[in-house]
T-cell receptor, first 111, second 115 residues
Framework: AQSVSQHNHHVILSEAASLELGCNYSYGGTVNLFWYVQYPGQHLQLLLK??????LVKGIKGFEAEFIKSKFSFNLRKPSVQWSDTAEYFC?????????FGKGNQVVVIP | NAGVTQTPKFRVLKTGQSMTLLCAQD?????MYWYRQDPGMGLRLIHYSVGEGTTAKGEVPDGYNVSRLKKQNFLLGLESAAPSQTSVYFC??????????????FGDGTRLSIL
């Protein structure tokens, strides 16, 4: 079965620090990759997606992610976080009509 | 545009009661999904539908049933609620995709407590 692993479930950092969240998946075929963000009390929103092409994907709010096929990874990065980036972040992978979400990273940014 | 609308937003049930959660989308999306979100577990797919009249099991389908009689609606039913079904339920929809699911649009969630 397809699975998605997200490490460091709880991340606490100060404003202006850099953020990197790891995402590894197990599916070996062609995949579509997503990062979603869930702000406190809100629903999930799409942050960025990768379908094909340039493996470095830029999303909203200064986030980017890099697809490394050989490592089955799709890590999320932001060079300088803000307090408003406090949220839970989910990686999701689809392929061959299967879909799986990671367990999420709870990120708290301290002003 | 309303996007994806879930009703109700909150509900408290007693063990053994039944209820139906309604999801409606106005984006003419083919695919619809029901998830449950529990602390430390992320989102787990309960059931999904790739078109009107079709449904399929996800990761945690037991204890739930679904129906997609109309393209815009996806109903999630609990026939006999159990405390283990206390959770936040999210509905989502997306365009059809070839080989993989498209980005999903999520509703605001339904917080369900089973006593």
């Amino acid at each position: 079965a397809q699975s998605v692993s997200q490490h460091n479930h709880h991340v606490i950092l100060s404003e202006a620090a850099s953020l990197e969240l790891g995402c590894n998946y197990s599916y070996g075929g062609t995949v579509n990759l997503f990062w979603y963000v869930q702000y406190p009390g809100q629903h999930l929103q799409l942050l960025l997606k990768y379908f094909s092409g340039d493996p470095l994907v830029k999303g909203i709010k200064g986030f980017e992610a890099e697809f490394i096929k050989s490592k089955f990874s799709f890590n999320l990065r932001k060079p300088s976080v803000q307090w408003s980036d406090t949220a839970e972040y989910f990686c999701a992978v689809t392929g061959n009509n299967r879909l799986a979400f990671g367990k999420g990273n709870q990120v708290v940014v301290i002003p | 545009n309303a996007g994806v609308t879930q009703t109700p937003k909150f509900r408290v049930l007693k063990t053994g009661q039944s209820m139906t959660l309604l999801c409606a989308q106005d984006m003419n999306h083919e695919y619809m999904y029901w998830y449950r979100q529990d602390p430390g577990m992320g989102l787990r797919l309960i059931h999904y539908s790739v078109g009107e009249g079709t449904t399929a099991k996800g990761e945690v389908p037991d204890g739930y049933n679904v129906s997609r009689l109309k393209k815009q609606n996806f109903l999630l039913g609990l026939e006999s609620a159990a405390p283990s079904q206390t959770s936040v339920y999210f509905c989502a929809s997306s365009l059809a995709g070839t080989g993989g699911h498209q980005p999903q649009h999520f509703g605001d969630g339904t917080r369900l407590s089973i006593l």
